[in-house]
């Protein structure tokens, strides 16, 4: 199966504040394309939280030169479409900045099949004391830069292939920019 892994760093807990993409395609085991981004957060949610920092290294002025969303956007969205199913860990938190972030540029629609790696690994990895992207992976013994986008990218995709994606997993995202 063709997966794609993705990950969103945001410069603050508002929706859309995408700062920083990653993704991976990960074809039969084998990665065969990455993607990343510094991303300029939209101008409503444009600004960064230290807290955020700390977390991902991201400083506010690195952003300054950096596109905005729609700049990248059709880049990133042949990644998406290049795989059969997005794997992103905490799926909920990225696709609801990835949402917003569509809302906020009017972006047109796109659906896709996904699931959630933090998902999958509660199901099918019973007793791990944490399940963070970071312990997943060390579960399967690969290390990562946790936190940068492109890293956490990959290492969604490699945790799925790991576990295998059952049917079970996979939902639907569905983002048309006339429903809320």
Known sequence: MELVGLDFETANPNSGSICAVG???????????TCEWLV??????????????????????????SPEFPEIW?????VLQA????IAHNARFDLRHLKRALQLY??????????????I??????????????KVA??????????????DAIA??????????????IRNFDFSPDAE
Request: net charge negative.
């Open 23 to 33: 993704a991976a395609l990960l074809e039969n085991g084998k990665l065969t394309k």
């Open 40 to 65: 300029r957060p939209h101008a409503s949610v444009d600004w960064m939280l230290p807290k955020f920092t700390e977390i991902h290294g991201i400083e506010y002025l690195e952003l300054r030169e």
């Open 74 to 78: 059709d880049s990133l969205k042949d």
């Open 83 to 86: 795989g059969e199913c997005i």
């Open 106 to 119: 009017s972006l047109p629609a796109i659906t896709f099949s996904y699931a959630c790696s933090l998902e």
């Open 121 to 134: 690994s509660r199901t099918c990895i019973p007793g791990l004391s944490s399940y963070s992207l970071d």
């Open 138 to 151: 060390e579960h399967f013994n690969f290390s990562f830069k946790h936190h940068d986008a492109l890293d």
């Open 156 to 169: 969604c995709a490699r945790i799925a292939e790991n576990i295998g994606l059952q049917r079970k997993f």
